[in-house]
């Protein structure tokens, strides 16, 4: 098994940043792209961003793109997201996930999830 634990998330201001973390243990070896997903109160789940673990391919979608950057530190077994130029409609639990098959943009092919933190964008 893969374990992923997100921190990072909280409180900001319209137009501030953060920086979520997704530290992976466990059988890392397996995982082939870590992936951010969110939900809102009342939505759906839905993809934000994705990584592939050794080849630096990435995938956002296209509310974030130009705002959020997926980065590792395969080092620290760590994916992070970098949130700038946050809107109130950002707000949700993020959550970070393990992918055995490569950079997907939907939730199904994900395999191992985190308990997610959550952001919240004050207007």
């Known amino acids: 098994q893969v374990q992923l634990v997100e921190s990072g998330g909280g409180l900001v201001q319209a137009g501030g940043s953060l920086r979520l973390s997704c530290a992976a243990s466990?059988?890392?070896?397996?995982?082939?792209?870590i992936g951010w997903f969110r939900q809102a109160p009342g939505k759906e789940r839905e993809f934000v961003a994705a990584?592939?673990?050794?080849?630096?391919?990435?995938a956002y979608a296209d509310s974030v793109k130009g705002r959020f950057t997926i980065s590792r530190d395969n080092a620290k077994n760590t994916v992070y997201l970098q949130m700038n130029s946050l809107k109130s409609e950002d707000t949700a639990v993020y959550y970070c996930?393990?992918?055995?098959?490569?950079?997907?943009?939907?939730?199904?092919?994900?395999?191992?999830w985190g308990q997610g933190t959550q952001v919240t964008v004050s207007s």
């Open positions: 996930a393990s992918d055995p098959q490569g950079v997907d943009t939907t939730e199904a092919w994900y395999a191992y």
């Open positions: 466990g059988r890392t070896y397996s995982t082939i792209a």
């Open positions: 990584i592939s673990w050794s080849g630096g391919s990435t």
